[in-house]
């Protein structure tokens, strides 16, 4: 079991930068993948990025060169740092966990273990 708390969410104004954190505890952190899910009103859940077991990362094209995420298996946290934020990026940003079975995980359903949500509000 992997229990996963988000942080970090607000209103920020359009061009403005922000990090969220995702603290997770329970089984080895270093094992897993870690992807940002989000969620916008009215849309279904999509993955933002992912830093998977090996080491890599995973940024969906809609946000790639904007949000860098980074883990600290130490502190068993991964963080997702969003740059040049706009108001398309407003919703509702999810950390979600699972084992790393050797391959790659895109969706929602691939990810038994989630946060609570942290609420990003982007002003123009």
């Known amino acids: 079991q992997v229990h996963l708390v988000e942080s970090g969410g607000g209103l920020v104004q359009a061009g403005d930068s922000l990090r969220l954190s995702c603290a997770a505890s329970?089984?080895?952190?270093?094992?897993?993948?870690m992807a940002w899910f989000r969620q916008a009103p009215g849309k279904e859940r999509e993955i933002v990025g992912a830093?998977?077991?090996?080491?890599?990362?995973y940024y969906a094209a809609s946000v790639k060169g904007r949000l860098a995420i980074s883990r600290d298996n130490a502190w068993n946290t991964v963080y997702l740092q969003m740059n040049d934020l706009k108001p398309e990026d407003t919703a509702v940003y999810y950390c979600?966990?699972?084992?790393?079975?050797?391959?790659?995980?895109?969706?929602?359903?691939?990810?038994?273990?989630w946060g609570q949500g942290t609420q990003v509000t982007v002003s123009s």
């Open positions: 830093s998977w077991g090996v080491g890599s990362t």
């Open positions: 329970g089984r080895t952190f270093g094992g897993h993948h």
């Open positions: 979600a966990a699972r084992p790393d079975t050797g391959t790659y995980y895109y969706r929602v359903h691939d990810y038994p273990y």
